[in-house]
């Protein structure tokens, strides 16, 4: 599955024009007065400028696998990584998934996941730079929770989707896709790992690619 482009509302788009393009170094285009588009690898992230609510969603970026350490030190530099109590250290070490990953914040209040997967042949030899952002690999999918079993089993039929064959289901959290691209499923009011903060439903759409089929979803 390859996510190719991302939509989601901010109330913060001046701040997030600033940190994409200057703090992450990321080709951003000013679209208009309400939305961005920022290039990360094959995926466009695109926000688009609301008023009244703080929606902020959580999404991972591939990286090369080999890479982990660098992106860690080079993001360290630039702003505040999340430390995690249950490794004690700002590098989680997903051991089921074969990967290791590292969480910031942006302006916005978006959970964001730098995560290089050692299954994926993409190991590099460059210095670490945001030209090795290589996609948007993840994305939060919260619906509510009266609905969740019913809501992921439709996301599985109409996509012809599955779980990822990495993590089996949980009672209050599913992964769906491969290691290209992931729909993390949960229910509202959960905590965002590896945040305090609930989980919210705001609206997005995600474009995305799964066995030569282009698809979108709506939430």
């Not at 996510?3 to 940190?19: C, G, N, P």
């Not at 009244?52 to 660098?70: L, T, V, W």
């Not at 042949?121 to 994305?139: I, M, R, W």
Request: charged share 20%; net charge negative.
């Amino acid at each position: 599955m390859e996510i190719t482009r991302v939509i989601f509302q901010t109330s913060s788009l001046k701040e997030l024009i600033t940190f994409y393009s200057n703090v992450l170094e990321l080709t951003t285009e000013i679209n208009s007065l309400n939305k961005i588009t920022i290039g990360i690898g094959n995926t466009e992230l695109v926000f688009e400028q609301v008023g009244g609510a703080d929606p902020f969603y959580h999404f991972a970026i591939n990286i090369p696998s080999n890479k982990i350490e660098e992106a860690r030190n080079w993001l360290a530099r630039r702003t505040k990584l999340i430390w995690m109590e249950d490794y004690n250290s700002d590098v989680a070490d997903f051991k089921n998934w074969h990967a290791k990953s590292v969480y910031f914040y942006d302006p916005a209040g978006n959970i964001l996941e730098l995560i290089a997967r050692f299954d994926l042949d993409n190991k590099t030899d460059a210095p670490f730079s945001s030209a090795q952002f290589l996609c948007v690999s993840e994305v939060g999918l919260v619906i509510k929770g009266e609905e969740w079993d019913k809501a992921t089993t439709n996301l599985l039929q109409q996509y012809q989707l599955n779980h990822f064959v990495k993590q089996p289901p949980l009672p209050q959290f599913k992964a769906i896709g491969d290691d290209e691209g992931l729909f993390i499923v949960v229910p509202e009011k959960r905590n965002w790992y590896p945040t305090n903060k609930q989980c919210g439903i705001f609206p997005m759409e995600v474009q995305f690619v799964n066995h030569g089929k282009e698809c979108v979803l709506i939430a």
